[in-house]
């Protein structure tokens, strides 16, 4: 039985020290990988007890995984506001594009990880693992589709396939996103923005 077992019964409700163990764990997975950092180590950067550790997470692998989610719930609130936002299609695609690229700039370390490291995540947690990105995936399509019919509505994008215009951004996205975490580019956000709102919109020709 581990400690978190134990504590099942014990009502976490610091937020505070619940964040602090994230951003330990993120941080030293990125510097030295998932299986090399031990729960010790993670509670010494949090300058908590280990047992504190089991009171919000059942072991690494539960930790590892709630970095995750919780970093992609952050990246979804995010688009969500920049594409719902009462302004112009216009202004929404320049801000969503620019979040998205922030986003994975500001945690690229820790995301560098998790594409090393999902295809060693075994069982359950690699059932966990992919039900969090697929939920990801649905909502991200589902809030770059509504963005697509605003510009419609504004009569900013022709009449094409909205399904089709909503996947060319999102693959240009994550294409640009991927290429800046394993390639080092470090090109200003905004002239990445620049360029992928401007060949998103108006094509190579």
Known sequence: ??????FQGVKCC?????????DAAADLF??????????????????????????????KEDLFHSIIKDRTDELIVQLEEAASADESFDTSLRRL?????????RHKPFFKIVQSEKSH????????MHATAYETFMIFSTIIARLIVKGKDQNRIRRIDSDIAARSLRGILNSFSFDRAFTGDTTPIAAVTDSIVDIFMNGVN
């Open 1 to 6: 039985m581990s400690e978190y077992d134990i």
């Open 14 to 22: 610091d937020p505070d020290k619940r964040q602090r163990i994230l």
């Open 30 to 59: 990125a510097e030295r990988g998932f299986h090399e950092v031990k729960v010790d180590e993670i509670a010494l950067r949090a300058d908590l007890s280990k047992g504190t550790i089991y009171l919000y997470f059942k072991n």
């Open 97 to 105: 594009v620019t979040v998205y690229l922030e986003f994975f700039d």
């Open 121 to 128: 995540v075994e069982g359950g947690n690699h059932n966990r």
